[in-house]
């Protein structure tokens, strides 16, 4: 897939080379994999919401309330300094994983939906005069959207979409006319959170950098699936979660350059965040402890951490092809189920598929597809804008992860020739 | 019957397929939308009150299999009823379709719907349209 070859791999690549992906091996190392759910053996194809977690990562979190929990920074006793050195070491493993410049680049946040927000209040509201336009693509998740309306009320800004076209892709010749001297922001996912379409995000971030824009990234959906190489997208901000990376939940990683971190406000005050404090005033510590006010989630931190080492390992060329080919094949299977239609069928994507079955509605499909012990999401997928340009109410989605089968793509689409008798007798 | 085909009786995929009642009421005196936003799912249902009965009811919109034939079948089940049976009716199906409460009496045809207390995420579906309807009514009383 052209696009997917477009991404450079990341620095430091390590894991075992040149084989085909091992998932029975990724398999056994998720505990949740082994139950049963409705008398079924659990089919889970809902990453794309929440991935599940590694032994690694629930061992990570045990032993880190069990021997060594304490609060971080400013500790002067051993503990202390141990979660610091366990915090810290983690903002190093993010950094190398994203391929950002320096560590002190990356925020923890409690997620993208938190990310974004931070950029859209504290950068947004400091560069957005009345009348400047921010851009959003047609496909963003709500949390891509509201963020930046809310700074729009606040500021006089203007929010407006970039559309997309039949196939699911950004409509790029209308975004280059869209670009204009008044562009201060373009918010754009690196994957859709619903059609698992790969934007160009290279080219969208060099084309709005030309017009003067700053770039905002989301990469919810991107990270599980993609090498993302923040030198080289070259964005300003990229916002993504722990939990869709097999990590736990409430912990995301905001990337932002330098530059721009250190000449933006605090976006909430606190502990931890400070230089300097008096009754009436105070100075704030460097990016990027300016932006993390109050005693942060050190333990989903270190769970995060444990997911990142657990990711590093990998071999993500032997994942990204087992994944593709994994998409395709559902996609080409569903296809042929009568009466489907797949949104955005021409797209380059990651694994993250919707389809609408004709006469079914997707929750129904989903009650069907629950009672198999099939794992999907139905509704907008906190996009409706999106499911406006497509003329839908909502989709099935179906997400696949590292430890997914191609056994799995078949209960799918039997559970769907199910639903399809259930329902339309 | 498995839980399943409780659930999707063939009662339910009729009225989905085919809704009664599934039009704009012109001269209705009441309305209410109900919209589901985690769905996106959301019904118009008009009422048309003379005096203190409800000599017609209908309902249009988007939804799922449950909530359509729920809305088409509660459209029936009031037409006829006073505005005090009418709620009194909304009070039961609730509670049949919640699986709170003991085994409250349901009009025959709507028994359909027991199935779907095995099915909790689904009852927001079942219930959308009756929602609507009580809106609808309270919508009148304050007007009065």
């Known amino acids: 897939m052209s696009s997917l070859a477009a991404v450079p791999p990341r620095g430091p690549v390590s894991g075992r080379q040149g084989r085909p992906w091992d998932v029975a091996r990724v398999r056994a190392d998720f505990p949740i994999l082994g139950r049963r759910v409705r008398g079924q053996p659990l089919v889970y194809l809902d990453s794309a919401a929440t991935a599940q977690k590694p032994r690694a990562v629930i061992d990570a979190i045990s032993a880190y309330y069990a021997t060594g929990n304490a609060n971080v920074h400013r500790g002067v006793h051993a503990l202390s300094q141990e979660a610091t050195t366990a915090y810290e070491r ?65 500021t006089g800004a203007v929010v407006r979409a970039i559309p997309i076209t039949e196939s699911g892709g950004l409509d790029l010749a209308a975004f280059e006319r869209q670009l204009g001297p008044r562009t201060r922001i373009v918010a754009v996912t690196h994957a859709s959170n619903v059609m698992g379409a790969i934007n160009p995000i290279n080219a969208i971030a060099a084309m709005a950098h030309e017009a003067g824009a700053a770039v905002v990234v989301d990469g919810a959906q991107s990270v599980p699936h993609l090498r993302v190489d923040l030198q080289a997208i070259d964005c ?119 389809f609408m079955l004709e006469g079914i509605h997707p929750h129904d499909a989903g009650t069907v597809l629950d009672t198999l012990g099939i794992a999907v999401r139905a509704g907008h997928h906190c996009a409706q804008p999106l499911m406006r340009r497509f003329g839908v109410n909502a989709t099935l989605r179906a997400s696949f992860g590292a430890y997914n089968t191609l056994e799995e793509v078949e209960a799918l689409v039997a559970g769907l020739e199910q639903a399809r008798k259930v329902l339309l007798g | 019957m498995s839980e399943l085909d409780e659930l999707y009786q063939s009662v339910i995929l009729d009225h989905n397929r085919a809704p009664r009642n599934f039009r704009r009421l ?69 509670e049949v379709v919640t699986g709170s409460g003991g085994p409250a009496a349901l009009p025959s045809k709507l028994e359909v719907f027991r199935g779907v207390s095995a099915f909790p995420i689904r009852v927001k579906c079942a219930t959308l349209s009756w929602h609507a309807m009580k809106t609808a009514l309270e919508s009148h009383s304050n007007e009065d």
């Open chain 1, 90 to 154: 983690v903002r190093v493993l993010a950094a190398r994983f994203l391929n950002a410049e320096s560590d002190s680049e990356v925020i923890f946040t409690a997620g993208t939906t938190a990310g974004l927000n931070l950029v859209a209040q504290s950068y947004g509201g400091s560069v957005l005069r009345a009348g400047d336009e921010i851009l959003v693509s047609e496909m963003e998740h709500h949390s891509n959207i509201i963020p930046w309306h809310l700074v729009a009320e606040r």
């Open chain 1, 236 to 354: 300003d901000f990229f916002a993504c979660s722990g939990h869709k990376l097999y990590g736990p939940t409430g912990i995301g990683l905001l990337y932002g350059k330098r530059r721009l971190l250190e000449a933006m406000p605090p976006w909430q005050g606190g502990g931890g965040m400070i230089r300097e404090v008096f009754i009436d005033r105070s100075t704030y510590a460097p990016p990027p402890e300016r932006f993390e006010a109050g005693t942060p989630p050190i333990a989903e931190v270190v769970g995060l951490g444990a997911a990142l080492d657990y990711v590093l390992a990998w071999d993500w060329e032997a994942l990204v092809a087992y994944e593709q080919g994994l998409v395709a094949e559902a996609a080409r299977r569903i296809g042929r189920i009568p009466g489907v239609r797949i949104m955005g069928e021409g797209a380059d994507r990651v694994s993250v598929l919707s």
């Open chain 2, 26 to 94: 012109d001269d209705a005196t009441n309305h209410a939308e109900g919209r589901n936003p985690l769905c996106g799912d959301h019904f118009d249902v008009w009422l048309k009150l003379d005096g203190n009965v409800i000599s017609d009811a209908a309902f249009l919109g988007q939804g799922c299999a449950i909530s359509k034939a729920s809305a088409s079948m509660m459209t029936q089940a009031v037409k006829g009823k006073t505005i005090e049976e009418a709620r009194a009716l909304f009070e039961r199906f609730h």
